[in-house]
C-alpha cells in the first residue's frame, strides 16, 4: 500500500491559519469562503465557543470559536479576525456548513501527504481526534486539523436546531 503511495504523488492544499501565535491548517476543499469579523446573532444554550450564527444567502451557519474549543485564552476580535465557513461531513447528519473564527488566516500550503506526521499526544489542552497530523513549513510547524470532527454528531445536531433549523 505504501508503495502505491509514493508512485501515486499527489499534492493536497490547505487554508493556514493562526491562533494565539500558532499555525493550524485545513483542507482548503472543505473551505467555502473567507469572512471578515461581523456581529452574529447569540444563540442561547449553547457552549460557550460556540459563538452565534449568522444567515449566510439563506443559510443559518453555526460560528465556532477554536480558541475555546481548544480551551485556549480568549481575546477581543479585531478587524483582522476572520470566520473561515467550511462545509462538513458529520456522521449523523450528513453535510453542513460551520463557521470557524481565527486570528487571522496565513496561506495556501501544497503538502504531499506523505509528509503529514503523526499527531503528538499533546495531553488534555487539544483532544487529538480532531487533528489529521502536522507538517513542518520551513521553521514553522503547522497543525493540521479535520474539521469534520470539531464537533461531535450530537453536539452540531443540538447547535443546528438551536441556531433555526428547525421550529
Not at 21 to 41: C, F, M, S, T
Not at 59 to 78: G, Q
Not at 119 to 127: D, M, V
Request: glycine letters at 6%.
Amino acid at each position: 500500500m505504501t508503495a502505491d503511495i509514493k508512485s501515486e504523488t499527489h499534492i493536497e492544499q490547505f487554508l493556514t491559519f493562526e491562533l494565539a501565535d500558532e499555525a493550524y491548517g485545513i483542507e482548503i476543499l472543505k473551505v467555502q469562503e473567507i469572512r471578515g469579523w461581523e456581529p452574529i446573532r447569540k444563540i442561547p444554550n449553547t457552549p460557550a465557543y460556540v459563538k452565534g450564527a449568522l444567515n449566510l444567502r439563506g443559510t443559518i451557519v453555526p460560528i465556532v470559536d477554536l480558541r475555546e474549543r481548544f480551551n485556549m485564552e480568549t481575546v477581543e476580535y479585531t478587524p483582522v479576525t476572520v470566520v473561515i465557513v467550511v462545509c462538513i461531513q458529520t456522521e449523523n447528519a450528513g453535510p453542513a456548513v460551520m463557521g470557524i473564527v481565527a486570528d487571522a488566516v496565513s496561506d495556501v500550503l501544497d503538502i504531499n501527504p506523505a509528509e503529514i506526521k503523526h499527531s503528538p499526544n499533546l495531553g488534555a489542552k487539544i483532544n487529538t481526534r480532531y487533528i489529521r497530523g502536522m507538517f513542518v513549513a520551513k521553521k514553522n510547524m503547522v497543525m493540521l486539523l479535520d474539521v469534520d470532527k470539531l464537533l461531535n454528531p450530537d453536539e452540531f445536531v443540538e447547535i443546528t436546531d438551536l441556531s433555526g433549523s428547525k421550529d
